[in-house]
């Protein structure tokens, strides 16, 4: 589809028709979470005004295609250890190109040194003078662990929720510790221990400079903060310009967490009752549950999903689930562990409400409370899966292969769980044959290719030459014509002057005429000769 704002208005006119003709109403609990966290993390990165994703691009295409400048980054480094592509729409593949930025940023001083002292060959690029650039820059290295400190706060979340597991009722607890941890950074203290709940949590407004910590008190990270007290003792960093850098830190950090609180799939009151089906909630917070659930069913009776009339029924079943299945089952609901694949949320609520009529309507709404997506899994899994297969130069058979066995592998829940048939055997014995077929199918069809490509050009020119023939033909009559106008005009005027201006043009056009005839008959022959090698190719 298009883009946000043209998504939400086709949402939006598309409800309107549901609600009016259909008398149904679609269930909102926002846009895709992981899209949402992607884009506020690129925006937190340029606010910053640090350039890092500047650097990181400059330095995967200094060396990209380019196996001289490679060589001479091994010569004068003794390393093979290069940067990682960068992404600028998936931001969740970029803590590891941040990390082997700052793995390889000893070497890269070492290649730019070379470079200058002409020890290697001139590089004369945008992505080297980019890199030459923040080089110079005695904070880099504390810019670059920053944003690893920040991206390490949000990733696991991003790599969580690639998954086509229900859930929506971790939902809006995950995306909680996420912003408590980011606000934390940069928030007074006692105004988070304030924030007892969600809503409150997202009214802050970190924004707010009443609320903000001052600029030497933002937690820039660990390793960050340890390297820019070694820099200051050194002197290579003065106190402004730490401050400086903290101050753009928090102000990356003030954006992610603005962006979050405006888009976030949290501040829909759904999305936060939807907890009532946390397992643990379950088991520590029962009343708190039962309020959620009762918040679900009215969301559920608005968009008509569910009768208004059953709603009794639907609770009293929610109710003796909580009182009944929840004290036999403890242990099962409190140890669940929603980061694990091994047991999903609608295999436990099936086993304990799918074969009790007592749960019947109960089940009904929880199947298609789970049923709700917590965004585009299975689109953003399937980046992540190919991004791990990536290999320079890799075709598109081979990866495509790749592909269909990571996915086969999954299915099957590992490499250990692959059944080795005598077919499978078979396969692998005839492979190196099947390979040796296969380069000279190849070999034949660029043969093939070539000779179509050949008369494809031959055809071509032979049309070009075809039209130059009659361009040429048509000229040279239009002239003798005019040739022949002139000579006519000139015997019936008197004057001898006019007669010698008339008969110099009669003769200048005639024999231009004739020099096109005679171009034209070079082009017949050559028309003949391309006709003689199409008819032999």
């Known amino acids: 589809m298009d883009g946000p704002n043209v998504n939400w208005k086709f949402l939006d006119l598309f409800d309107k028709y549901v609600k009016k003709d259909c008398n149904g109403s679609f269930i909102n609990i926002g846009s895709c979470g992981l899209h949402i966290l992607h884009g506020a993390f690129k925006d937190a990165v340029s606010a910053s005004s640090w350039s890092l994703d500047n650097f990181f691009k400059s330095c995967y295409w200094l060396f990209n295609d380019t196996p ?47 470079v200058q002292k002409k020890e290697v060959g001139s590089v004369k690029t945008q992505s080297f003078e980019t890199i030459q650039k923040m080089l110079k820059d005695p904070l880099l290295e504390v810019k670059i662990l920053a944003f690893i400190s920040i991206a390490k706060v949000v990733i696991p979340f991003l790599t969580l929720y690639q998954t086509d597991r229900p859930m929506i009722p971790f939902l809006a607890d995950d995306l909680h510790k996420i912003m408590k941890s980011l606000m934390s950074r940069v928030v007074k203290n006692d105004i988070i221990k304030k924030a007892t709940n969600y809503s409150l949590l997202f009214k802050i407004e970190a924004s707010d400079k009443d609320n903000q910590l001052a600029a030497r008190k933002v937690d820039i990270g660990f390793a960050a903060e340890k390297k820019l007290k070694e820099l200051m003792s050194a002197k290579k960093v003065s106190e402004l310009q730490a401050l400086d850098m903290r101050t753009q830190c928090k102000s990356a950090i003030v954006t992610l967490v603005g962006k979050m609180q405006a888009k976030c799939p949290v501040k829909y009151p759904l999305v936060r009752a939807l907890k009532c089906l946390d397992p643990k909630e379950m088991v520590s917070h029962r009343d708190s549950c039962a309020a959620n659930f009762d918040k679900v069913l009215k969301a559920l009776v608005d968009a008509h999903k569910v009768e208004a009339t059953d709603c009794d029924t639907i609770k009293h079943q929610f109710s003796n689930f909580l009182d009944e299945e929840i004290p036999e089952n403890t242990n099962k609901f409190s140890s669940f562990d929603h980061t694990s694949d091994t047991f999903r949320l609608d295999q436990m609520f099936h086993l304990l409400m799918s074969t009790k009529r007592n749960y019947e309507k109960l089940w009904s709404v929880v199947k298609n409370v789970l049923i709700l997506s917590h965004g585009q899994a299975s689109v953003e899994r399937g980046f992540s899966v190919m991004k791990e297969m990536y290999a320079e130069n890799l075709q598109e058979r081979s990866f495509t292969a790749q592909r269909i066995v990571a996915d086969h592998l999954q299915s099957i829940g590992g490499s250990l769980n692959v059944v080795i048939t005598k077919k499978m055997i078979m396969d692998v014995c005839a492979a190196r044959q099947k390979y040796m077929c296969y380069l000279e199918e190849e070999r034949v069809r660029k043969s093939k290719d070539q000779m179509s490509l050949k008369r494809k050009n031959l055809t071509d020119e032979i049309g070009e030459l075809k039209v130059k023939k009659l361009r040429l033909v048509s000229e040279a009559n239009a002239l003798c014509k005019s040739a022949d106008k002139y000579s006519a005009k000139a015997e019936s005027v008197k004057s001898m002057s ?5 008969v110099a043009k009669s003769n200048s056009h005639r024999k231009t005429s004739k020099d096109k005839l005679s171009e034209a008959e070079k082009v017949d022959k050559a028309l003949d000769e391309k006709l003689a090698l199409l008819k032999n190719s």
Not at 81 to 93: D, G, M, N, Q, T
Request: proline share 6%; net charge positive; hydrophobic share 40%.
């Open 68 to 114: 001289a400048r490679r060589e001479d980054y091994t010569n004068a480094t003794e390393s093979t250890v290069f940067p990682l592509k960068f992404c600028k729409h998936r931001w969740l593949e970029n803590l590891p190109v941040a990390e082997r930025s700052l793995e390889i940023l000893p070497n890269l001083r070492k290649f730019v040194g070379a």
């Open 498 to 502: 006019e007669i010698r201006h008339l």
